[in-house]
């Protein structure tokens, strides 16, 4: 009797986490658990370890991530061929003579370094307006050319130019910085949807070329945006020479290798048997 008072008042003592252990668990152990002090029991927690490492190695600081997107911001403006590497390098040109030509202005700096770019500005017609800009290869001869310049100023046919630090890269360096390929882009072809003058104009080349391909808007009129797919690149690359001195209908020829893209053009209507072609950025 006196054993069975001892159990009872042992087992009103456990706590309630320990009043629900199986039956099956032994005397023994029961009574060894009841004499433990109660500042010994820890209360029960639930608690992962891995959760633990797994949140501190993952979690990142406000403070690191915006330094993050700060570093990876002037990773891409300072990579090869962004604008703030070509800067430097490139000059904007103006009050040229409006009959000058590629070549005259080449010869003017020529000897202040290794030109890589020359662009001069046209209307839609092709008609040059005045302005122009060119490219060094190396920032200090663009440099030099500004001194130079503010020193004795650079003259074409009695026009005395002006020179400054481009605020923009051209549209026309932008297309000419893509890899060349074995397609052309004639921005302002004149003679939309009939090939037979630009066939006439590159009749030499004739046997190369593999497609011409105009560019509709949304009603499927067509515009002047032209392509030309020859059989290799370096067709591409003559026709682009030679057609950048001719005209069509008194229209100097804007030309540049195509960029190619995976933006369909505007649809036009559908005709039986039409050869599929290629699809490239204006």
């Not at 690149?233 to 057609?243: G, N, R, T």
């Not at 036009?268 to 490239?280: L, S, Y």
Request: with cysteine; aromatic share 8%; charged share 30%.
């Amino acid at each position: 009797m006196f054993s069975n008072l001892l159990r009872q008042q042992a087992r009103l003592a456990l706590p309630l986490h320990l009043k629900t252990l199986p039956c099956q668990q032994s005397r023994k152990t029961l009574l060894a658990l009841a004499a433990t002090p109660k500042s010994q029991v820890l209360p029960q927690r639930t608690f992962s370890i891995s959760r633990a490492l797994f949140e501190e190695t993952t979690s990142v600081p406000k403070e690191a991530e915006a330094s993050s997107e700060v570093l990876s911001e002037k990773t891409r403006r300072n990579k090869p061929g962004s604008w703030t590497q070509l800067r430097p390098r490139v000059l904007f040109m103006g009050n040229l003579p409006f009959n000058v030509e590629e070549e005259e202005v080449r010869e003017l700096f020529s000897s202040y370094g290794e030109i890589t770019n020359i662009a001069l500005h046209a209307d839609d017609r092709g008609r040059y307006v005045g302005s122009g800009h060119i490219q060094f290869k190396l920032p200090e001869q663009a440099q030099r050319v500004l001194e130079s310049g503010k020193e004795e100023p650079f003259v074409l046919s009695d026009r005395t130019l002006s020179l400054f630090f481009a605020k923009k890269l051209p549209r026309q360096f932008r297309d000419r910085a893509d890899v060349a390929n074995d397609t052309i882009h004639i921005a302002n072809y004149p003679a939309p949807g009939d090939e037979r003058p630009l066939r006439e104009l590159l009749k030499d080349y004739q046997d190369k070329i593999l497609r011409v391909h105009f560019m509709s808007d949304a009603a499927g009129n067509f515009t002047p945006k032209t392509f030309v797919a020859f059989r290799d690149v370096e067709v591409a690359k003559e026709v682009i020479s030679f057609l950048r001195t001719r005209e069509i209908d008194g229209v100097r020829l804007g030309v540049y290798f195509a960029k190619k893209s995976t933006a369909a053009p505007n649809p036009r209507p559908k005709k039986p048997a039409q050869e599929q072609t290629t699809v490239f950025d204006a």
